[in-house]
């Protein structure tokens, strides 16, 4: 049973320690910022995430208490990945990409959410009865 | 084995230490710079938990928690600061 434990454990950190060695070789070989997102949001994470599974079936088996920080942890980083990665391209696109040369057409009068306000509709009138929920009735 | 297991992933998290400090270093724009910081402090956790697990403590969780919060406020204000030139508004 020991030796099985053992296998698991050290499964998992050698998986975690492969995925974020590929999330920070990502991170310096691809060619762009929006590509290079990829890395550490998807590989990094996971990597991290099989570290701290890892360190919490060790501490499980060692001291036969479970711990809730490195639940706590992947949560947090597991939620905060996302709007990190959110935040980043936003910078970039408002600083490097000019939307009139740089991105495709809408298709629509408007333009890219993030460049564009939104079209002003009738359910957005505050005070309106005619929003999308009192439509159905 | 786990010994053996742990300084793999030691040296794996390391190299990726290295890999990111040179796309620090290299660039080109400011977002590069501020993701290359943020998988940094993603790393730097990593190691902290290895750490832990080496020595057999659980000292380091606490510290790798506040890492993890210090890591996202930081790289949150960076790009409220790139986008707006002011953190808060």
């Given amino acids: 049973m020991d030796l099985l434990i053992e296998i698991l454990i050290s499964l998992l950190v050698v998986v975690g320690g492969v995925f974020g060695l590929v999330g920070s070789y990502g991170l310096a070989k691809l060619p762009d910022l929006m590509t290079r997102l990829h890395g550490p949001t998807k590989a990094t994470t996971l990597g991290v995430g099989a570290v701290l599974i890892a360190s919490m079936a060790f501490f499980l088996w060692r001291e036969a208490t479970l711990s809730s920080h490195e639940l706590l942890i992947t949560l947090f980083l597991f939620l905060t990945a996302p709007i990190t990665a959110n935040f980043i391209a936003k910078s970039f696109l408002h600083r490097q990409v000019d939307p009139r040369r740089d991105l495709p057409p809408t298709g629509t009068d408007y333009g890219w959410a993030s460049f564009d306000a939104p079209p002003e509709t009738a359910d957005d009138e505050p005070n309106s009865l005619s929003g999308p929920r009192g439509r159905e009735g | ?89």
Wanted: a negative charge; aromatic letters at 12%.
């Fill in chain 2, 1 to 89: 084995m786990i010994t053996y297991a742990l300084v793999f992933a030691l040296a794996c998290f390391a190299l990726g230490l290295l890999l990111n400090l040179y796309r620090l270093a290299v660039g080109p724009s400011t977002a590069d710079r501020v993701l290359a910081l943020d998988t940094m402090v993603i790393n730097g956790i990593a190691l902290l938990i290895l750490y832990g697990i080496i020595t057999e403590t659980a000292v380091y969780f606490e510290a790798s928690l506040l890492f993890a919060m210090v890591g996202f406020i930081s790289t949150v204000a960076y790009c409220r600061f790139i986008l707006r030139g002011d953190i808060i508004e």
